[in-house]
């Protein structure tokens, strides 16, 4: 109890909560209890209200006009770079590129960074446990130029073998493409050895975190990784916008992905000369309400002590842990020590799809299905998962709901 | 508990589920055909012996899926053998409408009755495709279709 005590007075769930409107609906007559957190978060008032206040006060497009508008949303736009560059603890605001996704950011590595430098034979490193975002734009690379995928296992607790890592560099790896926070098993990997290790043998490191933005406190030159990707609305801010951190003698070695308006340095009839990074890689009009989103998003997880906010999702982990160990029908997928705030588990004789139906009817939102990890269901020989994700305004009561909904689904199903 | 919930989980599906009809591999099979729902990733295979009046001599499915795709995989499988395809067609059109929530037609009152079982999935519409995917894998199987994807 004292435990609690400590985190409670560091931050306050509950309180937080008030930030979320959508946290006090029900659905079917029941409190909502929402624990799909890794596919999407909630929003708290604080960026729709930032959104929404400078949609009607401070809108046009940016890097264009020279009217009073254009000129305050580019300020805007480009203060939201400073502060996802602040977030990341990167060295210079023209190292972040903002995307429309965490996919988009890996798409964009795959063809600006990878295409040119592939050769067929080559390889790129990458684990079981990735997301499809971080797998198929390198499929993409073997079905087109013949490169190599060299897969590294996770142990059985979904732990990360660093030396597994090192085993897979060889002289013919270009890039290794690993995961910051597993969005099915939690596993939190170790980032910063991945990339001395790599470093070491010459090879860049590109790191998902979509899942590790979230639950870890990132700081890429501490990581030294040369590529990490995030998306906004993991991160309690909007759809359509994430952002590439990439180290700047890397970005500019790079050439366009998209191409369009706003990357361009001059166009003739005959040729193309590009703008310095980050602008050379945002071809197009931006999404420049949902930059600002993004800003207040960040804003407002840095407004906490981001370690409580850790320690308090650790310890509904931990508590969920604890609730679900009395069901022998159930097993946990994912048990590596240090692990993130995410819990997945397939149940005996009941499938992820009619669990869920059932803790949905209770009012508990959770993921089921294979969770866009595909090869790591392989791993795992199951054909999906159920998931409970946990984000910051997640209560210990919540919980609670959640064994109390699966006890019941087990009455039903079982 | 919730009424639509007890009325998706009833007993009849629980143990079609448990126990499903027809399961396993046919010998012989004229017709064969796999299913896969990529939400899920939940596969069904349905093998049919057709013969040469056009009924359905034997049926079997095999797979792995959630209880209302396995339940309805071993329903079917029940109501479809020994029928002409015509007939089948008319009941998986019923069927159709039915795990839709919409007016059912051309049913005779016995296949209504046992097909009722499953009427209980139109109040949960992100689970339509679980029940309709082994009947879409029969169907491509009579069409001579090798795979078919919940639509």
């Known amino acids: ?414 | 508990m919730d009424d639509s919930l007890r009325e998706l989980y009833q007993d009849v599906i629980l143990d079609h589920s448990k126990h499903p009809r027809h399961f396993g591999k046919l010998e012989g099979a004229t017709n064969t055909a796999q299913g896969h729902n990529p939400l899920c990733g939940d596969r069904v295979t349905v093998q049919l012996i057709v013969d040469e009046d056009d009924r359905i001599a034997d049926v079997k499915f095999e797979g792995k899926g959630c209880a209302i795709s396995q339940a309805s995989a071993s329903l079917m499988t029940d109501m479809i053998a020994g029928r002409t395809v015509a007939e089948v067609e008319q009941v998986m059109g019923g069927f159709l409408n039915l795990v839709k929530g919409e007016t059912v037609e051309g049913l005779d009152e016995d296949d209504r009755e046992r097909l009722d079982v499953m009427a209980g999935v139109s109040a949960f519409p992100m689970r339509v495709k679980c029940a309709t995917l082994a009947w879409h894998t029969m169907k491509s199987a009579l069409e001579g279709g090798e795979t078919a994807v919940s639509e």
């Not at chain 1, 590109?206 to 406190?217: F, K, N, P, T, Y």
């Not at chain 1, 992905?257 to 361009?264: A, K, V």
């Open chain 1, 1 to 414: 109890m004292t435990a609690q005590t400590k985190i409670a007075s560091a931050f306050d769930p509950v309180a937080a909560r008030a930030d979320f409107e959508i946290l006090s609906k029900t659905v079917y007559g029941k409190p909502l209890v929402y624990l799909d957190n890794g596919a999407s978060a909630q929003k708290p008032r604080q960026v729709l209200d930032a959104m929404r206040d400078f949609a009607s006060s401070e809108y046009a497009n940016v890097h264009r006009g020279v009217h009073y508008l254009s000129a305050r949303a580019t300020d805007r736009y480009e203060a939201a770079r400073r502060t996802v560059q602040k977030f990341l603890n990167a060295a210079h605001e023209d190292e972040i590129v903002f995307t429309k996704g965490g996919t988009e950011a890996i798409n964009l590595v795959a063809y600006s960074y990878l295409v040119p430098r592939i050769q067929p034979g080559d390889e790129i490193v990458l684990t079981v446990m990735e997301h499809h975002s971080n797998i198929v734009p390198w499929h993409f690379l073997r079905e087109r130029q013949g490169a190599v995928l060299k897969w590294v296992d996770v142990r059985d607790d979904g732990s990360l073998d660093v030396e597994a890592i090192d085993a897979a560099i060889g002289p013919k790896t270009k890039l290794v493409a690993v995961t910051h926070v597993s969005n099915v098993l939690g596993t939190v990997t170790p980032l910063k050895e991945i990339a001395a290790r790599a470093h070491a043998k010459g090879v860049p490191v590109l790191a998902d975190g979509c899942q590790g933005a979230v639950h870890e406190i990132v700081d890429v030159r501490d990581l030294d990784v040369d590529f990490y990707v995030l998306t906004a609305h993991k991160l309690y801010g909007p759809t359509g916008i994430g952002a590439l951190y990439c180290k700047r003698a890397l970005l500019k070695s790079m050439r366009p992905f998209n191409g369009g308006g706003e990357m361009i340095r001059e166009v003739t009839r005959d040729i193309v000369t590009y703008a310095d990074p980050p602008a050379r890689f945002e071809a197009g009009t931006p999404p420049i309400i949902e930059s600002v989103g993004l800003a207040a998003a960040l804003d407002y997880m840095q407004s906490f002590d981001r370690a409580a906010v850790r320690a308090h999702e650790h310890d509904l982990l931990t508590y969920a842990r604890e609730g679900v160990r009395p069901f022998n029908w159930l097993r946990v997928i994912g048990d590596a020590p240090g692990k993130a705030a995410i819990l997945s588990f397939e149940a005996d004789g009941m499938h992820a799809h009619d669990l869920a139906t059932i803790l949905d009817r209770e009012g508990v939102a959770v993921r089921a299905g294979h969770h866009c990890a595909q090869p790591l269901m392989e791993r795992f020989g199951v054909a999906s998962t159920t998931r409970a994700s946990f984000a910051l305004y997640n209560t210990r009561a919540e919980v609670d709901a959640l064994i109390a909904a699966l006890a019941k689904a087990r009455k039903i199903l079982g």
